[in-house]
C-alpha cells in the first residue's frame, strides 16, 4: 500500500470518527420513571468532548462534567447536591443509532438504561 492509501485511509477513519459523534448531539429521553419523572439528556459534541445537561428527576437541571465519546463509547459525569451533600453519578455506555444504553454508577451498583433519541 502507498503513502497516500494510507493517508487516505486513516482520513476517512477520522472523518467518520467526527461524523458519529456528532449523532450524539440532541436531547435524549430515558425509557424508566426515576424519582421525580423521566429525565432528558441534552448532548453536544465536540470531537472527543461531550457537554451537555441532565433535566427532570428531583433536582432540576445540572450540567454534565468529564464527558468523553471513542467511538461508540460515551461516558460523562452528574454531580447532583441532596440535602447539602454531593453526589457524583458515573455514566458509562454505547451508542447505536437512536439508541444510548448506559450503566449509571451511584456508588451502590450499577443501574442499566435506554435513552432514546428525541
Request: charge should be positive.
Amino acid at each position: 500500500m502507498n503513502k497516500r492509501s494510507v493517508l487516505f485511509c486513516a482520513l476517512f477513519a477520522l472523518v467518520s470518527m467526527v461524523a458519529f459523534a456528532a449523532s450524539v448531539d440532541g436531547k435524549w429521553t430515558s425509557e424508566a420513571m426515576g424519582k421525580g419523572g423521566p429525565q432528558t439528556y441534552t448532548f453536544k459534541s465536540s470531537g472527543t468532548t461531550l457537554t451537555g445537561t441532565v433535566e427532570g428527576g428531583r433536582g432540576g437541571s445540572v450540567e454534565i462534567t468529564n464527558g468523553k465519546i471513542d467511538g461508540d463509547n460515551i461516558s460523562f459525569d452528574v454531580v447532583r447536591e441532596m440535602r447539602g451533600n454531593s453526589m457524583t453519578m458515573k455514566y458509562t455506555g454505547t451508542v447505536s443509532g437512536n439508541t444510548m444504553k448506559l450503566s449509571v454508577d451511584m456508588g451502590r451498583g450499577p443501574r442499566e438504561m435506554t435513552l432514546t433519541k428525541q
